[in-house]
């Protein structure tokens, strides 16, 4: 696990969790310089993910270890924590667990996918095989981000960027990582004394996630954007500063 620490010294904490098969450089890429103008940023790189040998274990594991950052270098409290996609998994595993505290959980568009182990077993089999082969052609590879590009917005550089993710990561700790993510589950209805919840609906995805993030999360603060799973992050400038308005606007309520 690496994290590395930046951004505004006197800011608030502001935790950030990369998704699926990314590192925080890449998935943060776009918002990074404005985020760190306001806050004291934490980006977590997870194992499997951080340029070292570790293979990732599994999330419960993965969540510990954050648990014991945040204790030991910020007395067992931090600000905020945004998760992007499965990032999002691990700020509800924070929440849930209430072994450190977080008074603004942003859940970046997540699925929140739960499933038994069979099922998980069977969609790890089907996913993981096509996001490990995007890159093994040339062919392949100017298709995936031509997708990128049209479906996020992307520009050609972070198309690129994300395109070098898909090839350096170990199948292995992506298997693990999206496997452990389904059967690692939330309970319902959620309520932390202190903490709130906030989520970043984008419509795109459909509203079976929009009845998820109310059945997990007890009266969460649901902000919804006209765009693709996490187009602020990926996409024109001009998603990427609706929501980091938004996200000031979090981290500024009471709580």
Not at 42 to 67: A, H, L, Q, R, S
Not at 124 to 148: A, R
Not at 177 to 199: C, G, M, R
Request: proline share 3%; aromatic share 12%.
């Amino acid at each position: 696990m690496k994290y590395e620490e930046m951004g505004l010294k006197t800011g608030k904490t502001l935790m950030l969790l990369p998704g699926t098969c990314c590192d925080y450089q890449t998935n943060f890429a776009n918002v990074l310089p404005k985020l760190s103008e306001k806050y004291h940023l934490i980006c977590v790189n997870y194992d499997g993910f951080d340029g070292g040998d570790e293979i990732f274990p599994d999330m419960i594991t993965v969540t510990e270890k954050i648990e014991k950052y945040i204790i030991e270098k910020h007395g067992g409290k931090i600000d905020g924590a945004i998760g992007s996609s499965l990032g999002s998994s691990f700020v509800g595993q924070l929440v849930q667990r209430r072994n450190v505290h977080i008074d603004h959980a942003i859940f970046g568009s997540p699925d929140l996918d739960q499933s038994g182990k069979f099922s998980a077993w069977l969609q790890s089999k089907m996913v993981v095989p096509l996001l490990t082969s995007f890159t093994k052609s040339e062919k392949k590879q100017q298709k995936t981000k031509e997708k990128l590009k049209n479906i996020f917005l992307m520009s050609d550089e972070l198309a690129d960027q994300f395109m070098a993710c898909f090839s350096k990561f170990k199948p292995e700790s992506i298997k693990n990582e999206y496997y452990t993510d389904l059967i690692t589950y939330l309970e319902d209805d959620i309520n932390v004394k202190h903490t709130k919840a906030h989520f970043i609906y984008a419509n795109k995805m459909g509203e079976k996630y929009l009845k998820r993030y109310k059945k997990y999360f007890h009266d969460p603060d649901i902000r919804e954007f006209d765009m693709q799973h996490e187009q602020w992050l990926f996409g024109e400038e001009k998603y990427a500063l609706q929501v980091l308005t938004v996200i000031d606007e979090f981290m500024e309520m009471p709580v």
